[in-house]
Nanobody, 126 residues
Framework: QVQLVESGGGLVQAGGSLRLSCAAS????????MAWFRQAPGKEREFVAV????????KYADSVKGRFTISRDNVKNTLYLQMNSLKPEDTAAYYC???????????????????WGQGTQVTVSS
């Protein structure tokens, strides 16, 4: 079992930046591919970015490609999401998630993820 706690959300003006963090505990962090998802009010939860166990492979949603960067520190047991050039449509609750241990490939599907944080709110004003 892995426990996940997000932080770093807040209110920012359009064009600004935020860095989200997700602290993991309870299991060996490097055993898990990790991802960020987001959910805006009245909308379904959607994939944002994923990174494999050792950071060599990443994937991004088209809507954030070139603006967001996912990274991880397996020594600090922490996942990050650097968000630049933020837009009002990026407003959502952001969740980090851990895949099942030792999965060989990264997934963009919500159903692949076994462990979730409680979320951190990001609000981008126009």
């Amino acid at each position: 079992q892995v426990q996940l706690v997000e932080s770093g959300g807040g209110l920012v003006q359009a064009g600004g930046s935020l860095r989200l963090s997700c602290a993991a505990s309870g299991s060996t962090f490097s055993n898990y591919a990790m991802a960020w998802f987001r959910q805006a009010p009245g909308k379904e939860r959607e994939f944002v970015a994923v990174i494999n166990r050792f950071g060599a492979d990443t994937k991004y949603a088209d809507s954030v490609k070139g603006r967001f960067t996912i990274s991880r520190d397996n020594v600090k047991n922490t996942l990050y999401l650097q968000m630049n050039s933020l837009k009002p449509e990026d407003t959502a609750a952001y969740y980090c998630a851990a895949d099942g241990p030792f999965h060989p490939t990264v997934s963009v599907a919500i159903s692949s993820y076994d462990y979730w944080g409680q979320g951190t709110q990001v609000t981008v004003s126009s």
